[in-house]
C-alpha cells in the first residue's frame, strides 16, 4: 500500500524567513496531495492541495510543488509569521485500478515553530 | 461552513468500559471517517463509511466498531476500554460525489480520550 514520509519532525525558524517541508511517497499511481495545518486544541484544516496533473500551486504566502518523477512533494510558507506555528500534515491518495478514489495516508506531521 | 462536531472534548474511562464517541456533520457529506491521532505517529485510519448503515475497515479497526444509522452521524465505539487505546480520536467528513473539492475532508476538532 501507499506509504507518506514527511520530514522534518520540528522546524523552527525566525519570523519573515521561508519554511520548507518534504514529503515522498511509495506508490506512483497516488493522484491527490492535500497538506493541512493543525493549530494547537484544533482538528486538522485543510489548507492547499494539489493534483497529479500539475506541478506548483500558490496561495498566497504558500505553494506546494509536486515532482512526479521524484514521488515527493513539497509545502513552501514564505514571509513567516508567528500564527503560522502549528503542526502541519501531508497526505496522498491512492487512485486505485478501476478508477476508484482511495483514503488519505498521512505523513506524521511537522511542527513548525515561528519565532518573532 | 462546513461544521463537523464531536460529543466530548475530554473523556475519562476505565478499562472495561463500553465508550461511544459521536460525530456529527452538517453539510450532507456521504463520507465520514474515524482517526485516531499519536504523537510520532501521524493520523491512522480506524473505520470508514461511504453511506448510511454502510462501514469499511481501515488500517487499524481492531478493537473498535462503528455505526452509521443516519447521514450525518457517525460513532465509534469501543466495546471494552484498554489503555492502548489513549489518544486523540478526530472525525472528519467528505462530500463523496465526483466533483472538484468532493474529496476535501474537514475535521471536527477531536476528543481526548484517557483509559485509565
Known amino acids: 500500500g501507499e506509504n507518506v514520509e514527511q520530514h522534518p519532525s520540528t522546524l523552527s525558524v525566525q519570523e519573515g524567513d521561508s519554511a520548507v517541508i518534504k514529503c515522498t511517497y511509495s506508490d506512483s499511481a497516488s493522484n491527490y496531495f492535500p497538506w493541512y495545518k493543525q493549530e494547537l486544541g484544533k482538528g486538522p484544516q485543510l489548507i492547499i492541495d494539489i493534483r497529479s496533473n500539475v506541478g506548483e500551486k500558490k496561495d498566497q504566502r504558500i505553494a506546494v510543488t509536486l515532482n512526479k518523477t521524484a514521488k515527493h512533494f513539497s509545502l513552501h510558507i514564505t514571509e513567516t509569521q508567528p500564527e503560522d506555528s502549528a503542526v502541519y500534515f501531508c497526505?496522498?491518495?491512492?487512485?486505485?485500478?478501476?478508477?476508484?478514489?482511495?483514503?488519505?495516508?498521512f505523513g506524521k506531521g511537522t511542527k513548525l515553530s515561528v519565532k518573532p | 461552513d462546513v461544521k463537523v462536531t464531536q460529543s466530548s472534548r475530554y473523556l475519562v474511562k476505565r478499562t472495561g468500559e463500553k465508550v461511544f464517541l459521536e460525530c456529527v456533520q452538517d453539510?450532507?457529506?456521504?463520507?465520514m471517517f474515524w482517526y485516531r491521532q499519536d504523537p510520532g505517529l501521524g493520523l491512522r485510519l480506524i473505520y470508514f463509511?461511504?453511506?448510511?448503515?454502510?462501514?469499511e475497515k481501515g488500517d487499524i479497526p481492531e478493537g473498535y466498531s462503528v455505526s452509521r444509522e443516519k447521514k450525518e452521524r457517525f460513532s465509534l465505539i469501543l466495546e471494552s476500554a484498554s489503555t492502548n487505546q489513549t489518544s486523540m480520536y478526530l472525525c472528519?467528513?467528505?462530500?463523496?460525489?465526483?466533483?472538484?473539492?468532493?474529496?476535501?475532508?474537514?475535521f471536527g476538532p477531536g476528543t481526548r480520550l484517557t483509559v485509565l
Open positions: 453539510m450532507d457529506h456521504e463520507n
Open positions: 472528519a467528513s467528505s462530500l463523496g460525489l465526483a466533483v472538484v473539492r468532493a474529496d476535501t475532508q474537514y
Open positions: 463509511s461511504y453511506d448510511v448503515k454502510m462501514k
Open positions: 497526505a496522498a491518495r491512492l487512485r486505485k485500478h478501476g478508477g476508484s478514489q482511495g483514503n488519505l495516508i
